[in-house]
Each structure stands twice: as structure tokens, then as C-alpha cells.
């Protein structure tokens, strides 16, 4: 064992680092070049052979972290480049040829003998007797392979290692162990956790892909979770198990739970390894630069003269081609050439590197790296610009939204609104059900950053089997059977700067983060009410946004464009005018809010709960700009639309329906 570690071992540079290249030795390439001839049956099937491969490999080296291409290059490497003589390839397909003939016998017979004694053994076989032959069967192979030739035997033995691995895996005893592992470990967080408030917890990482996730997944899905639940489990418990599934299967998969306080530390900018050496090395030949430049000067102090004399001495050769410098001259021409390498040389590798990172954040994040593309040059560094204060955010937000206000309900246009829909049909309102949580987190995306609980969307979404359960409960919350926590309508909003970081708090757009339980239970109070207005004809067609098959923006954008075109082409006169209402989210009365679901005969269930549910909003400022952070008290939502979900752009589009039917009307009555 001491020898095999040893094959592996790294070579080592003066300052004792250790560099990442392998040395392959000849015993290791003899066990590549055999088992692929072995996996690959003589070079007939070459089917996933990397994998195979691979996979005797790291059963004979488990020590030795290596990816498939790279023992698949060492393969063409060995053949390329002629490591092994033909002789011994040669050799090394006969032992393999010999092998593969022996277990084709073995198979053969065995075979027949099952099918004799297939009727006999029917009724007395058992897990423990199929076992028992299959370990026999694995001794008689190995056994057969001891008398391969000797250098060869080692990887003779480890290739059959696979086999035994997998009659090993078959004891059902060891799935149930790790199974009580992970419930013994859900077990210890649900106790931490379980009346824990949801802002005290620590933050959830985003997870890879992997099967091993798949299958922890499967695990809880199907056998640990189901035990948990019961008729009388309600939305704050539900929401306690999705989170403690989190933090169990996070620290399966290795991953670090660590609580974050409210101004983390930020993380410094850091340069590779290569980068500072190459800084460096430039610094230092544009420091001899200017000292061989003040001494061909005639400045030749005496400090100036040791430096040069030093310089001399370390640049005698300016390349291997030619005779060595003499002149100063020479000597300033080799150190400026020396330069412009190193120059060009951190150049490109700093575009290399950049074309990299660029295509991690493709990958991880399509959103920031277009994001990115569109960020103007004097934003990459803002940490000397001034930002408001946690006061000046808290005073100018604080007055737009928790000074509440009323509408005049009085107004001529609302009563004659009223009468205009008077003759619909009321909304109905039926119980959630499982089919409709499973088809809107199936919409969600998986890792956007979540609310003040940590949780990310893809917990709810995979974690199937509580969907009949979170059905049920927000029937029994939206019908009032059940009080509403107070966690799930509070947001935490971050502030992103309209264009350059500004001192004025006016100049931050509110992005609110909202729990993921949240938006599930607004989206399905926008699917219903969306349903009655596309049933009734309530929007106003001029009204884009919101509605299902239309795209908003662009289509709006396209008849703009359109008649501007037309009017052109025809030489008519165009009177357009665009009015943009000021902070016209942020201002609309919440009395407003409710009426106008009455006016358009909403199920009163619904609008009982959202006149429930609007004292319940809150939310928490949020200003990044590293190193600075501010964050505010906790505000309450008085007057405005609770932004953040898919609510409120419909209940946005319904609140200014009434403007937009009488500018409709308005135009015909000027006709």
C-alpha cells in the first residue's frame, strides 16, 4: 500500500508546494492499458468505456482523485507515445483474451446448472443462500485468476473488486443504517429548529446537481417525512420540516451551515497565485528600468551604482542565441523587452481568465452575467461613493408607505363602476388542491433568493409529498380556519440604485424578497381571481399587462411603433400622450384596494383574507455597497401594493381598470 501511495506522489518545487502533475508509473500504466482492454472486451465494445474505466481505476487507487478524461488521455498517452513496448500490449490482450473466455465458460455453466436445479431450489432459496453462492462463485473467479502472470496479478484481483462490491451492496441491512443516519440527523434539527423564528435562522446554501441529491430527495419523499405528518399539521410546521429537510440534506452533501450575522464581513478581492507573481515581476523590472535609465544618465549615485551593478549581474544573457550584453544600452533593451513580455503575458492570461468567470456565471447565474454586460464601467467600483443612511431610507420610504390613506368612496365614477358590473355572477371560490401546489412550484425557479425564512423555491418543489398537506392548509388559512403566521407576509426589500449609487433615497428601486410559502399562496389566489376576469370580460383590452397570452410591454411597444410608422408614411398629424404615475404602486389607498375587489365581485372569502393578510405586511431596507451596509427597521406596508409576488400586478391592473374604462368611454362620448 505504502508503494501504490507512492506512484502518485507529486513532485515538489524548492519552496516545498506541491505541484498537480502525476508521475505514471509503468506498473499503473500496464493496470490502464489491461483493464481497458478488459472493459472494452478486446477494443469490440466501446461503449461508456471512460466510465468502466474509471471506475476499476478508483478501486484500485482509492486514494487517488482523478477525473475519467484524464485516464483516458494517459490511455492515448501510453499508445502515442509507445510507454509499453507492442510486446507487451500484445501479452497483455492474451491475458485478457484468456480471462475473458474462462468467465464465458463459467457463465455457461453456471447457467445450466441454475436451470437443473432451478426447480429444486425454488422454494428453499433465500437472500442468505444467494449470497453464499454468489461469494462462492467470486472465490472461484479469483482463484482462477491467481495464475495470471505475475506482474499482472495485482490488477487482476482488483478488477473483479467491482463484483464484489456489488454482492456486498445487496445486504439490505446497510440501506436501512444510512437511512437511520439521515432520520436520526433530521431528528437532532427538527429539536434546534422547531419554534425557532424563522429570521433567526441560519441561511440555506444552493446546492449542485448530483444523484446523490436525487436520492436523498427520494429518501425523504418517500420515507421520512411521511411519518411527520398527520391531518392536524399545520402551515408553521410544514414550513419547519421543509426547512430542517434542508439542513439535513445540505450537511449529507458536505455543505457548511453557518449563521450570518446582519453585516457580514465582505469578502476582499482576491488575486491568484499568478496574477501577484506576475505584478510582481513587473513592478520590480520597471523599478531596474528607471535605475538603468538615471544611470546612463551620468546620475550615478552611490546607491543608483549598486543597484545597476546588481542588474548587471542578473541580466548578463540576453537570449540563448546571442553573445551577452555588454553595454548599458544592451542591458536597458533586454529589461524593456522583459517587460513587454510580462505585460502581454498578464494581459492574456487576465482575459483568459475573465472569458472563464464569465462562463461560470453563464452557467450559475444567466441573469447577473447579463446584468454585468449592461453595468456602465463606474460602477465596479463604488466603495468611496456615499450612500443614504439607515434614518434618510427609513424617513423617505417610512412616509410613502406606512402613512395610510382613503379613498373617496363617493365619487360618481365608482357608483357608476358599480352598476356597470352589477349584473356578474359572483367569483367562486373552491378548496386548493394538490394537482394546483404541484403545477405552481413546478413554475418556480429553483434557487432565487429567498425571503426571510432561507428557504429557496426548490425545497418546496421537490419535497412532493407535503403538497397535499400545504393544500390544505392554505384552504384552511385563506377560509379563516386557521390564523396566519406572522413570518409569511414579511419581506425583506433590497434597494438597487437607478443608476449610479446616489446619497438620495429616492433614487433606490425596492426589490422585495418575499417566503416562497408566500407566493405559492398568492399565486393561487391569482389564478382563481384571473379565471373570473377572463370569464367576465372585466380588464379593459387596452390593458396588456397581466393577461395570459399576451406579452405586456412588447405588444404595446409594437402598436406604438406601428401607427408612429403609419402616421409617417401618410404625412397625418399624431397627438400622443404618455403619462406616467409617480410612485404609482406605492400610493394606492389599501381601502381602494379592497373595494375595488367588491366592485368586481370577488369571492368574499378571498377578500376577507386579504384585508386579513394587508396587516400583516412588513418589510425590512436593505442596502448593499460594499463595505457598507445598511439596513432599516422593519416598516409596515400602510398604503400601496404589497410588491413581490403575482398578485400584485393584477390587483395593480384592477385598481386602475376604472381610469382606463372611462378614458375608453371618455374618447367614444368626444367621437
Known sequence: MLRRGRIFLPASTKAGKTRGRMKWSREVNLFIMRTYYYVTKLETDLTIYRKKLHEHFSLKYPNVIISQQRISDQKRAIE????????????LKEEVRKQLEDEQTNNVENEKLNSETYSHEYTTLTPQTILTKKTQQH????????????????????????????????????????????????????TMYSGMDPKARPPLPKLKYSSKLNELIRLFNNDILVDYISPDTQLSDVHTLTYCTAVTISEQLKYKIIAIEGNARHKKNFKPPWQQRLEKDIAKLRADIGKLTQYINNNRSKKVVQSVEQIFKNTKIHTSHENGNKKSQEFLDTLKQKLALKAHRLKRYNNSQKRKNENTIFLTNEKLFYRNLIKPKTDRDNSNIDIPTAEQLEMYWARLWENSAKHNDKANWITEEKERW????????????????????????????PGIDKIHNFWFKKLICLHKTIAKNLTDIISGNQSIPEFIATGITYMIPKGDFSIEASQYRPITCLPTIYKILTTVITKKINSHIEHNNILAEEQKGCRRGHMGCKEQLIIDSTIMKHATTKNRNLHCTYIDYKKAFDSIPHSWLIQVLEIYKINPIIISFLRNIMTHWQTTLKLKNPPNFVTTRQIAIKKGIYQGDSLSPLWFCLALNPLSINCIMTGRDTD
Open 80 to 91: 502515442r507515445n509507445k510507454l509499453l513496448s507492442q510486446e507487451t500490449l500484445d501479452r
Open 422 to 449: 352589477d349584473t356578474i355572477e359572483e367569483m367562486q371560490f373552491d378548496d386548493v388542491t394538490e394537482e394546483e401546489i404541484t403545477t405552481i412550484t413546478a413554475r418556480l425557479h429553483n434557487w432565487k433568493s
Open 139 to 190: 472465490t472461484n473467479i479469483i482463484s482462477s485468476t491467481q495464475t495470471s502472470h505475475s506482474s499482472t496479478q495485482t490488477e487482476s484481483i482488483t478488477l473483479l473488486l467491482e463484483n464484489e462490491v456489488d454482492i456486498l451492496n445487496t445486504n439490505p441491512t446497510e440501506g436501512a443504517t444510512q437511512t437511520q443516519e439521515v432520520k436520526d440527523k433530521f431528528e437532532t434539527n427538527l
